[in-house]
């Protein structure tokens, strides 16, 4: 285990380790674990059961990271609340929470900015500061719980960063909200997307074969996905799908796709029929998302006719697809702007 390893980052077996190695009972490990990943609890204090002897083994050795609510914009259309959180080292991250009648669903970030370079997403447009911790993608999900009062049954890694450039810790986040000794939120229930890292594709598929996997697609040919995604010029259309087909084969699960539609840069018909080509025959799923405009981009969204107009072509071609819903539309400053602002304004103070 690595020194650094923060607590809430630990699974039993290593907290167990660490408490046996400091002369401590073994069982201390599970009230620790059970305290932390289900009590939701935010300090060592809490935990009321356990003895200080224990504490103090386990805060010699390692932190206790965390996250902590810096502002909440709540939407009065449908509720959905977007949270900018603190870590320890004065970085932010933004999560959100969606409800939906099949659940509550919290969209979280994986990483402290990011370095993929999406020209239209204004996650990426300070760079990347840092990986997140398995603990501060979990408190993401743990501190929205204990905020409402309601349990989180739906996790989407679809915030800030690109979680396969945190492919140890994100897994690590993974094994321990599904554990059974956690949240318990069943594999199914989670996605995770991803811009397209072809070689973590195959990694996950054989690590985690019951998550969603989305691949943000955003164009049907080579030369329009690598205007819009750097990484294109890294991974082909060809590679990319490879893996996609790769995942559902091995994994039997159906995958998502995420189309951006951009006015003008890739909501053609002619590039809806290619992408009919590009995935047919294969167990997926298109979502169609109206880009939200970014302020320092030029990219405007897709008008309504041409939207539904891909949307037809698809579905005249047997493809699933689905135009997703915008939540919270009052508060819906495309992802990252939350972040951005704060640094800003905290920038000119
Ligand atoms: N890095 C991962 C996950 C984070 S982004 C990925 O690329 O999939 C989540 C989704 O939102 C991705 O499909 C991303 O391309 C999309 N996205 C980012 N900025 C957007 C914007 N301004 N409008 C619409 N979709 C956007």
Known sequence: MEK???????????????????????????????????????????????????????????????????????????????????????????SVLMRYKHGNSVCISSQAGCRMGCRFCASTLLGLERNLYPSEMLDQIYAIQRATGERVSHVVVMGTGEPFDNFEALCRMIEIVSGKEGLNI????????????????????????????AISLHASNDRVRRELMPVANKYSLEELMEAANYYVSHTGRRITFEYSLVKGVNDHKEQARELAELVRGMNCHINLIPVNPVKEREYEQSEQKHVAAFRRMLEKRHIQVTVRREMGRDISAACGQLRKGYKERSRNV
């Open 186 to 213: 069943g594999q199914r229930n989670l996605t995770v997307s991803t811009c397209g890292l072809v070689p973590e594709i195959y990694r996950f598929a054989d690590r985690n074969p019951q998550v969603t996997l």
């Open 4 to 94: 650094w390893m923060d607590i809430r980052s630990m699974t039993k077996e290593e907290l167990e380790e660490t408490l046996q190695g400091a002369g401590e009972k073994k069982f201390r490990a599970a009230q620790v674990y059970g305290w932390l990943h289900q009590k939701l609890v935010r300090t060592m204090e809490e935990m009321t059961n356990v003895p200080l002897s224990c504490k103090e083994a386990l805060l010699k050795e390692h932190p206790l990271y965390g996250v902590t609510e810096l502002e909440r914009q709540v939407s009065a259309i449908d509720g959905t609340m977007k949270f900018l959180f603190g870590l320890h080292d004065g970085n932010t991250v933004e």
